[in-house]
């Protein structure tokens, strides 16, 4: 059993390391990692978080929200799609280089995602995350990433975490 979690845990070091290596990179080539400048006069920040951070934490965003949606925990679903939201808005405010449209069209899903989560409607909440899935490779394409493509995910990296609803 420790042999493979430490197998497991080895694989994404690995993982998490050739992707800093690739993301260092390709940073200066894709166009919207370039964080805003600092206003006349004002000093910078010390350290702006990486837009490929940030992303990492949107798609870390993305596969809960589709996990709790799926087991319809609602409540679960509703503060994931918040967090979500508040990370494309923190990421927009970073990096102003990101255009407006392509935030909109990542995030216009949210909406009717939202909705289907008030109403507690699987289908229409599946629809939404589809949609939203399709918004994130959009803004992926035209930021020059398109080769970063996000799904649906297909099993849940988070074994710590219980995304039924409590009491079931």
């Given at each position: ?34 964080p805003n400048p600092a206003p006349l006069g004002a000093s910078a920040p010390a350290s702006p978080a990486r837009l490929g ?75 939404g995350f589809r949609k939203l899935t399709a918004g994130c490779n959009s803004c ?29």
């Amino acid at each position: 059993m420790l042999a493979g979690i430490a197998r497991r845990v080895g694989a994404c070091l690995l993982g998490f390391g050739l992707t800093a290596l690739a993301g260092g990179a390709l940073a200066d080539d894709v166009p919207f990692a370039q964080p805003n400048p600092a206003p006349l006069g004002a000093s910078a920040p010390a350290s702006p978080a990486r837009l490929g951070d940030m992303m990492s934490v949107i798609q870390t965003r993305h596969s809960k929200l589709w996990f709790a949606g799926g087991v319809r925990n609602w409540p679960l679903a509703a503060y994931e799609m918040d967090q979500l939201k508040q990370s494309f808005i923190d990421a927009a405010m970073l990096y102003g280089n990101i255009p407006v449209d392509a935030i909109t069209l990542a995030t216009r899903p949210l909406d009717a995602i939202n909705e289907a989560v008030k109403a507690r409607d699987l289908a229409r909440f599946s629809d939404g995350f589809r949609k939203l899935t399709a918004g994130c490779n959009s803004c992926h394409a035209a930021g020059g990433v398109g080769f970063i493509s996000i799904r649906s995910p297909t099993a849940s990296p988070f074994s710590n975490q219980t995304f039924e609803p409590a009491g079931k």
